[in-house]
């Protein structure tokens, strides 16, 4: 060590759980290349740094911590600082000041890193599969490596997890919930249009409380966007370039260049009816999205959800809207459904060979000296067809169009060419999902049977909620014309003062706040009373239908709400009839 210029190592990174994986990277870095000087007692140390800051100066090291803290000091201003580079030099000074305070050193075998960062994900799987909690902040100037690493280090696998595992009811992950929510709430208020994907981005990290980096929202919406052979259902509109099956969405614009708002479609899958009694998330003190949607149908199963987070990788292929919408209805088996993908021309089908893998086979037609490939597997992009071509030196014409594919192929032995060209890729359904924090493996049976429970459940709750709001709008309408009628019959003496108007509501039953509700004239002549008694006529049948109306009969007219809606836009696109904006595959 006294050959070294430097005694020991200090590691300055973030707070959140990106910078904890970051601290156990560099650690491990040296756990590899230099192994010995970790052996060294506080070789290694970090500083750690408040994430979250109180206008008190209380300072908290993990959100749970603040939370809880916040709940006791509701006027108690926080500050979240997502990286170094949100604290002032002010800042700075005051924390070296003291660095003792915060500073960490490293002790103990440090063995566990091979296993946090090695080939095998069994270690970093079983870290992944425990309760997502408050990760304990060293309380001490020195900690171990194992604690950390079972402490820190699996706070962020988990979170990783979440981030990127797909909800087995939604189907969506954080990043996308967060979209979701603010265009549904958008729609809902009809306050929507297209806004520059940069600046939608920055409108939701504000909003919603992004603590990521905009750059990943902007790719999540350009994502949620693209509209292409290959892609699952859109939920975005792409109003501008936001990517082709040439490079797989790639060939994106700039964010700056591009404009997008929620589809129609949107509100028929995630019901805004529903935002009022979904439970929401609290964030610094204020309300954001909820903990998940419960969709009309499952849309894990037509949203093609895929991610690979810290030890588990999740794929599950879409299924034909139309398809899910008949097994939610029992006009379907679910055995039954197989892989779909929007305009995609070739065929899909399971191959026992591979093991059951699902096998996606492109088109194509063997003419005399000449292969015409019309349509490549989910998967293969144009251009890296193409550059399989080129790389066999092959002589070959281009005739694309916006969604189809053309490659006219010339060769002396074009049948033996096709069995040699990729036109045929294979995929599995990983059936891995985020349930409650917590990773699990699902089946497609137990995806329908746990979205069906939840979504009768929710729509239970939603009919409570608007019974108990229409029965409250019948009291008021009622209340207001009672007070109405007595007027009009004289009730009120002309000179009574308001301690007689309150007397005489008492005696007729009348409600006294109505005493400061100003009465237009327009309000005392027969056809306004008329309309009044109207409106709570309409109000009580409205109440009648709902309450007798049972919750799995609610949710089978969503289901053919989104049917009608999705077949009137098949149709449409089919017949050449529908503008860009109306597309639907």
Request: glycine share 6%; with cysteine; net charge neutral.
């Amino acid at each position: 060590l006294h050959t070294l210029r430097y005694q020991s190592i200090l590691v300055l990174s973030d707070q959140d759980d990106d910078g904890l994986h970051i601290r156990g990277l560099i650690f491990n870095l040296f756990h590899v290349l230099w192994p010995s000087l970790l052996s060294i007692p506080g070789f290694m140390k970090y500083m750690k740094t408040p994430l979250v800051m109180a206008s008190d100066g209380t300072e908290f090291f993990d959100v749970a911590s603040a939370n809880e803290y916040q709940q006791t000091h509701p006027r108690t201003k926080f500050k979240y600082y997502k990286g170094l580079g949100g604290w002032t030099t002010k800042d700075m000074k005051r924390m070296v000041a003291s660095i003792d305070k915060y500073v960490v050193s490293m002790t103990g075998d440090p063995a566990v890193l091979s296993h946090a960062f090695g080939e095998s994900t069994q270690w970093r799987k079983d870290m992944a599969r425990r309760p997502r909690t408050a990760w304990a902040v060293a309380s001490n100037t020195h900690e171990s490596f194992d604690a950390f690493a079972e402490e820190q280090l699996s706070h962020y696998f988990i979170a990783s997890n979440v981030r990127s595992i797909s909800d087995e009811i939604d189907g969506l992950t954080p990043t996308r919930r967060k979209i979701v929510y603010y265009l549904l709430r958008q729609m809902a208020s009809k306050s929507h249009g297209a806004v520059k994907v940069s600046q939608l981005a920055a409108q939701i990290a504000n909003k919603l409380h992004y603590h990521h980096g905009e750059a990943s929202m902007v790719h999540t919406i350009i994502g949620l966007a693209g509209d292409y052979v290959g892609k699952s259902i859109p939920l975005l509109m792409d109003n501008g370039q936001f990517g082709t099956r040439r490079l797989g969405g790639k060939d994106a614009a700039a964010p700056r260049y591009i404009f997008t708002e929620g589809r129609p479609v949107l509100p028929f899958l995630f019901r805004k009816e529903d935002l009022d009694i979904l439970t929401k998330l609290v964030d610094e003190g204020e309300e954001i999205e909820p903990e998940r949607f419960i969709p009309t149908v499952p849309y894990l199963l037509v949203g093609w959800p895929s991610g690979i987070g810290a030890g588990f990788a999740s794929s599950i292929l879409p299924r034909n809207v139309l398809d899910v919408i008949d097994c939610c209805l029992g006009e379907r088996t679910v055995d039954s459904l197989v892989p779909s993908f929007p305009r995609f021309q070739g065929t899909v089908v399971r191959d026992e060979r591979r093991g059951g893998r699902w096998a996606t086979h492109g088109v194509h037609e063997c003419q005399e000296n000449l292969l015409v490939v019309t349509e490549l597997p989910i998967g293969m992009w144009t251009q890296k067809f193409k550059t399989v071509l080129l790389t066999r030196e092959l002589t070959f014409t281009e005739h694309h169009t916006e969604h189809t594919v053309h490659f006219r192929i010339h060769h002396e032995h074009p049948e033996q060419l096709a069995t040699e060209l990729p036109l045929t890729t294979y995929f599995n359904d990983q059936w891995v999902v985020n349930r409650d924090g917590a990773i699990v493996t699902t089946s497609i049976e137990e995806v329908f049977e746990r979205h069906r429970a939840a979504r009768v459940q929710t729509i239970q709750r939603r009919k409570d909620h608007d019974l108990e709001r229409l029965h409250h709008a019948m009291e008021e309408k009622e209340a207001w014309l009672a007070f109405l009628e007595a007027e009009m019959a004289g009730v009120f003496p002309l000179n009574a003062t308001v301690a007689q108007c309150q007397t005489i509501c008492a005696e007729h039953g009348l409600r006294p706040q109505l005493l400061n509700r100003a009465i237009a004239r327009a309000d005392k002549t027969p056809r306004r009373m008329e309309q009044l008694r109207a409106s709570i006529t309409a109000l009580k049948e409205d109440h009648a239908t709902l309450s007798a109306t049972t919750p799995d009969a609610l949710w089978r007219a969503e289901l053919h709400e989104l049917r009608a809606f999705w077949t009137k836009k098949r149709r449409r696109f089919n017949d050449g009839d529908g503008t860009r904006e109306e597309r639907c595959p």
